[in-house]
């Protein structure tokens, strides 16, 4: 029986999950919790609200209250991200029993990204999981990656590797797809889609995503405690890259949607 809805952001790094993950948690029935696999790892990780960490902020130190206070262990003894499915499932419906009860949301929003707590989130009846993959031009999120010091050719390894996973894994399996560049240049466009999908309305008030009060955690940094929702489509590759690099680029694309409706008979 399922017990929880939840929507699942997946994607490659630096390629807007948490810009989406913040317009949908400004929906009044919606919540968003960031990359809630790193909840307890990264002590030291900025929420959303402000706080230091989520150890001193006000909403996940009720959650920590509600956890004990039903007869489950603290929020820092959670394995949410276990590969063990036992205590994956235990730690996983332990917080978002608590979270459901909290917020009352009719969906819960996870930007976790990774493809292997995907799988184990969809192996879970007791979830109703919709994934959402958010895709993003090669050459931001290589110009992305060589911004933190990353090579070219192994960013752009990385890229199609886990593009390729992901068209694989989700290609017969309920999920939205939806491109980072289409979200920027239209974003009201792109979320009603999404939340027609959810079946919900889209409100207005979404695009104002920084005046809301949201407590995801990990992430984007820059996105998730901005005071200004402004929407900017990034697009500094065009002058970072170099006509070769950038040919590169255009080659390893074509090679990846030739090979993808060879096996699959998918367009990108």
């Given at each position: 029986?399922?017990?929880?809805?939840l929507i699942?952001?997946?994607?490659n790094?630096?390629?807007g999950?948490?810009l989406?993950?913040?317009?949908?948690?400004?929906?009044?029935?919606?919540?968003?919790?960031?990359e809630?696999h790193?909840?307890t790892l990264?002590?030291k990780g900025v929420?959303a609200?402000?706080?230091a960490n989520y150890?001193?902020?006000?909403f996940?130190r009720?959650v920590?209250?509600?956890?004990?206070?039903?007869?489950?262990?603290q929020l820092s003894?959670?394995?949410?991200?276990s590969s063990?499915?036992?205590?994956?499932?235990?730690s996983?419906?332990?917080?978002?029993?608590?979270?459901?009860?909290?917020?009352n949301?009719?969906?819960l929003?996870?930007s976790?990204?990774k493809l292997?707590?995907?799988k184990?989130?969809?192996?879970?009846?007791?979830?109703?999981?919709?994934?959402?993959?958010i895709?993003?031009?090669?050459e931001?999120?290589?110009c992305?990656?060589m911004a933190?010091?990353?090579s070219?050719?192994h960013?752009?390894?990385?890229y199609?590797s886990g593009l390729?996973?992901?068209?694989k894994?989700?290609r017969?399996?309920p999920?939205?797809?939806?491109?980072y560049e289409?979200?920027c240049?239209?974003?009201e466009?792109?979320?009603?889609?999404i939340?027609?999908?959810?079946?919900l309305?889209f409100?207005?008030?979404?695009?104002?995503?920084?005046?809301?009060d949201?407590h995801?955690v990990?992430?984007?940094?820059?996105?998730?405690?901005?005071r200004?929702?402004?929407?900017?489509l990034?697009?500094?590759w065009?002058?970072k890259?170099?006509?070769?690099?950038?040919?590169?680029v255009?080659?390893?694309?074509?090679?990846f949607?030739?090979?993808?409706?060879?096996?699959y008979g998918?367009r990108?």
């Amino acid at each position: 029986m399922t017990s929880w809805n939840l929507i699942y952001i997946t994607g490659n790094g630096h390629s807007g999950s948490t810009l989406l993950d913040m317009l949908i948690g400004s929906h009044s029935k919606c919540v968003t919790l960031g990359e809630i696999h790193q909840l307890t790892l990264k002590a030291k990780g900025v929420c959303a609200c402000g706080a230091a960490n989520y150890k001193e902020c006000d909403f996940w130190r009720d959650v920590d209250y509600r956890l004990q206070s039903s007869g489950g262990p603290q929020l820092s003894e959670l394995h949410v991200d276990s590969s063990q499915e036992s205590e994956f499932r235990r730690s996983n419906h332990a917080l978002l029993s608590v979270l459901q009860e909290k917020t009352n949301a009719r969906w819960l929003v996870d930007s976790s990204k990774k493809l292997t707590r995907l799988k184990c989130l969809l192996s879970d009846p007791s979830i109703n999981v919709l994934p959402i993959h958010i895709v993003r031009r090669p050459e931001g999120v290589v110009c992305s990656n060589m911004a933190k010091g990353r090579s070219f050719y192994h960013s752009l390894r990385s890229y199609y590797s886990g593009l390729w996973s992901r068209y694989k894994y989700l290609r017969q399996k309920p999920c939205l797809t939806v491109s980072y560049e289409e979200l920027c240049s239209f974003p009201e466009q792109v979320m009603t889609r999404i939340m027609r999908h959810l079946g919900l309305d889209f409100e207005l008030e979404q695009l104002d995503w920084s005046s809301h009060d949201h407590h995801n955690v990990n992430g984007n940094k820059r996105t998730r405690t901005s005071r200004q929702s402004a929407i900017r489509l990034d697009e500094r590759w065009r002058s970072k890259l170099n006509p070769w690099q950038r040919l590169v680029v255009k080659l390893a694309s074509l090679h990846f949607v030739i090979w993808l409706r060879l096996q699959y008979g998918m367009r990108p």
